[in-house]
């Protein structure tokens, strides 16, 4: 497969694909995973003329292998858990409940770093799509999906540049509706598939929520 120029092409491409399902406009929400997702969710939501929120997840990483995840806590206190990293290390519950507690502090921290003031937006009754760069193992955005359940949206897509085809095929099952613009195989990592795929910052989530503030109720962007 062509690999995308970096997020933002990313961005533009999964937007072409979400107007085809979903057409623009009306009652849709876009929330992004911080911190990849947004300049990803932030061309979805230009492109279907909608607004841009952040949905706050923080991976769990195993202790000593720390890029490793055994699971991701999302906003409402939900925790889902990577099972078969948990048995496979013999994770103790203690090393769990203390990487859950620090990174609840830290998705507390960076939710009031990217809102700036700003409420979260109204979930209830709306068609949310639910937008990160990329699915490998899926556990961050498991978490956000479980949790986003609890505010009652009509509907959750999840919509993702590039995928792991067993992990799309899952989401499948839990989402209304999945959206994964590519599904290669052999899949290794997200990052694999992009030319640039340079960590994004703070400044620049809050630099583009702050822009799609501004931008909210404007015209769609042709694709």
């Known amino acids: 497969m062509q690999m995308f120029r970096d997020r933002v092409d990313a961005g533009r491409a999964l937007g072409q694909r979400l107007r085809v399902l979903l057409g623009g406009g009306g009652d849709l929400l876009v929330l992004a995973l911080p911190r990849g997702g947004v300049p990803v969710g932030f061309e979805v939501a230009r492109i279907l003329g909608v607004p841009l929120d952040v949905f706050m997840v923080r991976k769990l990483g195993t202790p000593g292998h720390e890029e490793l995840a055994m699971g991701a806590i999302a906003t409402g206190g939900v ?44 979930v209830e009754g709306r068609t949310v799509v ?25 509907r959750i897509v999840v919509g993702v540049p590039v995928g792991a085809p067993e992990t799309c095929a899952e989401f499948e099952r839990e989402a209304d509706a999945v959206v994964c613009v590519h599904t ?30 501004q931008e909210e109720g404007a015209a769609p962007v042709a694709p």
């Open 130 to 154: 639910l937008v990160d760069d990329g699915l490998a193992t899926g556990s961050t955005m498991r978490a956000a999906l479980r949790a986003l359940r609890q505010q009652k949206p009509a």
């Open 79 to 122: 925790t889902v858990l990577n099972g078969s990293v948990v048995r496979r290390l013999g994770i103790p519950q203690s090393a769990i409940a203390a990487a859950a507690e620090r990174e609840t502090r830290e998705l507390a921290r960076r939710e009031h770093l990217f809102r700036e003031g700003r409420p979260p937006a109204r």
């Open 184 to 213: 290669p195989a052999p899949f290794y990592a997200v990052g694999q598939w992009f030319e640039d795929f340079t960590q994004t910052t703070d400044d620049e989530v809050r630099e583009l929520l702050a822009r799609a503030a």
